[in-house]
């Protein structure tokens, strides 16, 4: 049982660059959500998905996009990455509105 | 008043001291309560959950207090092994559905 996947580990990008996060759980879990993680400032919703089909901000969602086609999968999209985006990326899922259960992260870095 | 805070520490404590964390939380309609432990370089994970009338999981003792809004983490006998950064979790009743709102975590370092 893996439970949270996330794709890539470690990513470097230039400015400008997109690229996409994925992550999987084979948990059934109906909720998703992707965070991000910076010294000093903790953990921040970037979006956060309900279901397959639905996606829906969180915190700090500038700059990023969302989609959650399959229940398993969902997947995070930097369209024209930005030093600021330079971060820690955790992957989680959870069943309901209960304790997540986290991916091993993406540590990205924006050149 | 920020949503959660905790004491960000350093707390450095001798192997088998017990230390306590508090955690304060600013909505009142909250109510799903959590500690999670994170290693340095790692994915937080779920300590224990912390329920209305306190609850114990070995040498870890939750405690919640709705009047004053916040929760409290005890560790007692601790260990090398403890040393991490323990993150309070509060969901945010009442605004973006699915919403749980993470402290910046306290760190702790068990020396021997």
């Known amino acids: 049982n893996a439970g949270v996947t996330q794709t890539p580990k470690f990513r470097v990008l230039k400015t400008g660059q997109s690229m996409t996060l994925l992550c999987a759980q084979d948990m059934n879990h109906e909720y998703m959500y992707w965070y991000r993680q910076d010294p000093g400032m903790g953990l921040r919703l970037i979006h956060y998905s309900v279901g397959e089909g639905t996606t829906a901000k969180g915190e700090v969602p500038d700059g990023y996009n969302v989609s959650r086609l399959k229940k398993q999968n969902f997947l995070l999209g930097l369209e024209s990455a930005a030093p600021s985006q330079t971060s820690v990326y955790f992957c989680a899922s959870s069943p309901g509105e209960l304790a997540l259960h986290f991916g091993n992260g993406t540590r990205l870095t924006v050149t | 008043r920020k949503e959660v805070e905790q004491d960000p520490g350093p707390f450095n404590v001798p192997e088998g001291a017990t230390v306590a964390f508090n955690c304060t939380y600013s909505n009142s309609a909250s109510q799903s309560f959590f500690w999670y432990r994170q290693d340095c370089r790692k994915e937080p994970k779920l300590l224990m959950s912390?329920?209305?009338s306190g609850n114990e999981d070995g040498r870890f003792t939750a405690q919640l207090n709705r009047a004053s809004q916040y929760i409290s983490l005890l560790i007692r006998d601790s260990k090398l092994s403890d040393s991490a950064t323990y993150l309070c979790?509060?969901?945010?009743?009442?605004?973006?559905?699915?919403?749980?709102?993470f402290g910046k975590g306290t760190k702790l370092s068990v020396k021997p």
């Open positions: 912390v329920y209305s």
């Open positions: 979790v509060v969901n945010n009743y009442g605004g973006s559905q699915g919403n749980l709102i």
